[in-house]
């Protein structure tokens, strides 16, 4: 009867130790020599070719600190629709991956709020505390959230503008109006225009749909244009590019991917730099056991001035020596 016992509860055990390693998150799979794989979900908010360097630079820089045979990475995009981003940010955390990387605003807020227990790092966000809503901000989000951000100096961006166009008397601020990161922007650097004593107005658009009609009544009262890092543009700079250069109004963008397509200027950092960076935050997080409520949000180590030849040739805009020519822009 004893061994009739122990062999029930030995069969027990077993059956719950199986049930144990099947619920768990995906954490727990392991590869071929037993060491730990671990899983990582990427939704990026639109393809662009600034979001996609910071996802490869995500990507590379975990391959490298993992290793390859470590680590698996799922990468989704969301086409820049809402409800694409929050449907795959459910679905990893369904799935119980190990961290998240949310690329660009839309997907960090839908990240957010699929789970405040799996690990998300942002990566392309301008401004934390604008994207997440929090008061208080401190360095830190205090959540189970952190990231690189993709924020050139604003007030460096105004002086850039001064410096290229010393007699503009008015600016138009062209974003849309659904990204908050956008509106921060243009608050801080109308804020450095009125410090100069130039005249600005923002230009909103509600969506993609609306950017050709808004670019149009910009390009009638403004002598320059700035653009932020916004979403919404970088996905549709020919139609801005199609107004502003046969109108003459030189454009100043908050980063090179919107400069080289319909812009003149930008202080650009590395987007694949910052993306290599958060790939590293990965790293401290799931395997030296970082705490990522209390991880600062870490910026882009330097910045560049670059410039589109071909649109300032059309538009007869001459650059200082220390400027870069962006790659793919030059004139013929």
Known sequence: MKMKKMTALFLACVMIMSLMGGCGGS????????????????????????LDLATQG??????????????????????????????ISNNFVAA??????????TALQTAAAATNQ?????????DYATALDIADWTGATGTNISGTSDLAPLEEQEDMLVEL????KKVGILYCSAEPNSAYQAKVFGAALEADGIAWEAFTAADSNELQAVATTAVETCDVIYVPTDNTVAG?????NNVCLPAGVPIIAGEEGICSGCGVASLSISYYDIGWTAGEMAYDILVNGADVSTMDIKFAPQVTKKFNDTNCKALGVTVPEDYVVIEGTEAE
């Open 27 to 50: 954490g727990g799979e392991s590869g071929d020599d037993g060491a730990k794989v671990y899983n990582i979900g990427v939704v990026q908010q639109l393809e662009h070719p600034a």
């Open 118 to 126: 799996i690990p998300i790092l942002g990566t392309s966000i301008t």
């Open 96 to 105: 119980g991956v190990d961290l998240i990387l949310a690329n660009a605003t």
């Open 165 to 168: 166009f010393p007699d503009a």
């Open 58 to 87: 995500f990507i590379d820089a975990v391959n490298e600190k993992f290793g390859e045979e470590n680590v698996k990475i799922d990468v989704q995009n969301g086409q820049n629709e809402q409800a694409n981003c929050a449907t």
């Open 236 to 240: 549709a700079t020919e139609v801005v």
